[in-house]
């Protein structure tokens, strides 16, 4: 069993940055594969990027979301860079057992899920 607790949400400016974390229990999640998704109001839960062997983006937040892991504090990052009034969503971390060579983009394909975190921009 995958603990997953996500942080660094909150309210930021138009162009502002944040930084999502998502900590994890359990050593084992070294070798799963970390997605991050998004949900805004009245839309469907959205793929914005996965980390596995390599990294992937969604076209959207390609060159300005960086994701990244630290194995040593079992905690993968979401860096995101000029932040639109778009990218207002909640923002959930997932994880699967395994690493693969695809970016794995849908919601199904994920067992453990945080709890989310929000993130609003202003415009």
């Known amino acids: 069993q995958v603990q997953l607790v996500e942080s660094g949400g909150g309210l930021v400016q138009a162009g502002d940055s944040l930084r999502l974390s998502c900590a994890a229990s359990g050593r084992t999640f070294t070798t799963y594969i970390v997605g991050w998704f998004r949900q805004a109001p009245g839309k469907e839960r959205e793929f914005v990027a996965s980390?596995?062997?390599?990294?992937y983006y969604a076209d959207s937040v390609k060159g300005r979301f960086t994701i990244s892991r630290d194995n040593a504090k079992i905690t993968v990052y979401l860096q995101m860079n000029s932040l639109n009034a778009e990218d207002t969503a909640v923002y959930y971390c997932a994880a699967d057992p395994g690493l693969y060579y695809n970016k794995r983009s849908a919601p199904e394909e994920y067992k453990y899920w945080g709890q989310g975190t929000q993130v609003t921009v202003s415009s």
């Open positions: 980390i596995s062997y390599n990294t």
